[in-house]
């Protein structure tokens, strides 16, 4: 599975952007999804996930609330809808993918396949 994020950009405070993650490979439906961020100086950090269907979504406490993971399985695509930024979602957002039995997901260790990460900025 090969991993193309993109929509990273200058935003301000308070703004909301879309994030997409386009996966190759026909085994995508497979996997469950996730985006990661790392901020400057910072470790990488679980943003958000879903599992195989998209069915069951998990959020890290930062974002909860604000983003809204969802995938469609036709096209490959896994997205992050943000909104309300705040300049500490100033990161790189990288897209996963995990292969995890079941949908009930209780840690997002084990990444199978990392993308390329896109950049979001935040102003104040």
């Known amino acids: 599975v090969q991993l193309q994020a993109s929509g990273g950009g200058l935003v301000q405070a308070g703004a909301s952007l879309r994030l997409s993650c386009q996966a190759s490979?026909?085994?995508?439906?497979?996997?469950?999804m996730a985006w990661f961020r790392q901020a400057p100086g910072k470790e990488r950090e679980f943003v958000s996930g879903?599992?195989?269907?998209?069915?069951?979504?998990y959020y890290a406490d930062s974002v909860k609330g604000r983003f809204t993971i969802s995938r469609d399985n036709t096209k490959n695509m896994v997205y992050l809808q943000m909104s309300s930024l705040k300049p500490e979602d100033t990161a790189v957002y990288y897209c996963?993918?995990?292969?995890?039995?079941?949908?009930?997901?209780?840690?997002?260790?084990?990444?199978?396949?990392w993308g390329e990460g896109t950049l979001v900025t935040v102003s104040s």
């Open positions: 490979g026909n085994t995508f439906s497979s996997y469950a």
């Open positions: 879903l599992d195989w269907s998209g069915g069951s979504t």
């Open positions: 996963a993918a995990l292969f995890k039995i079941g949908s009930i997901i209780d840690n997002w260790s084990g990444v199978n396949y």
